[in-house]
């Protein structure tokens, strides 16, 4: 099976601890369970972008200045 | 989009005589410079802009030119010129420092192009960092051409 991407991963999983919570027969510890950890999933940042490369220039750019000025002093 | 003015202070940087700054810029070129190099080449500059045959290839509409930095390199190398009084040891070393600057090639060849695009006659010039490039093929040797200043 094809890895799925990661909002697709947890919609599902959202969508399995749904049926778990609103299922009659299960029991209040499963059925807390299961709210428990759609809350904690529901509450999980989306990962930021990743802006590494550009980021790391600039970063260095300002390292480079700095040592360039505290040279010339 | 490749930021050039970084790239220029960046590589200034990389040649300072401070070994800290030195380190620093080398560190960010090399961690940086495949990601330029594969921007640099798909630009649509660098791309061929019509499907034909150029000797035994057939090349396609957006097909980049050059396929990795030696060969891009190699292209930039065939446009320098030979100093008078310059040997042909020296010339060829000076070929093979050119050729191994990595992120110098993408810079001058940055600049070449430029002053490709802005050449008066075929026999106009550019130098960077001390190096002579021909802009164009110029069939008549004895002509002299302008030095080609860019902005």
Aim: glycine fraction near 4%; include cysteine.
């Amino acid at each position: 099976m094809s890895r799925q991407p990661r909002s697709k991963r947890v919609v599902n999983l959202l969508n399995a601890l749904e049926s778990i919570y609103s299922n009659p027969d299960a029991s209040i510890a499963e059925r807390l369970e299961a709210a428990a950890l759609s809350a904690k999933l529901l509450s999980k940042k989306k990962p930021a972008k990743r802006q590494v490369k550009s980021r790391n220039v600039k970063n260095a750019l300002e390292q480079i200045r700095q040592l360039q000025n505290g040279g010339n002093k | 989009m490749i930021d050039w003015s970084e790239l220029e202070e960046l590589y200034a940087a990389s040649r300072s005589d401070n070994a800290a700054v030195r380190t620093a810029a080398l560190q960010a070129i090399e961690s940086n410079l495949d990601a330029w190099v594969a921007e640099y080449l798909s630009l649509p500059a660098n791309c061929y802009q019509e499907t034909k045959t150029v000797g035994l290839y057939k090349v396609a509409t957006g097909q980049p030119r050059w396929t990795s930095l030696p060969d891009l390199a190699n292209y930039l190398a065939g446009w320098l010129e030979q100093n008078e009084n310059e040997g042909r040891e020296a010339f060829f070393a000076r070929t093979n420092r050119l050729q191994t600057d990595r992120l110098g090639v993408l810079l001058t060849h940055h600049k070449h192009q430029k002053a490709r695009d802005a050449r008066q006659c075929d026999s106009d010039f550019i130098r960077v960092d001390g190096n002579t490039f021909l802009l164009s093929v110029c069939w008549d040797g004895s002509q002299t051409g302008n030095e080609v200043i860019l902005a």
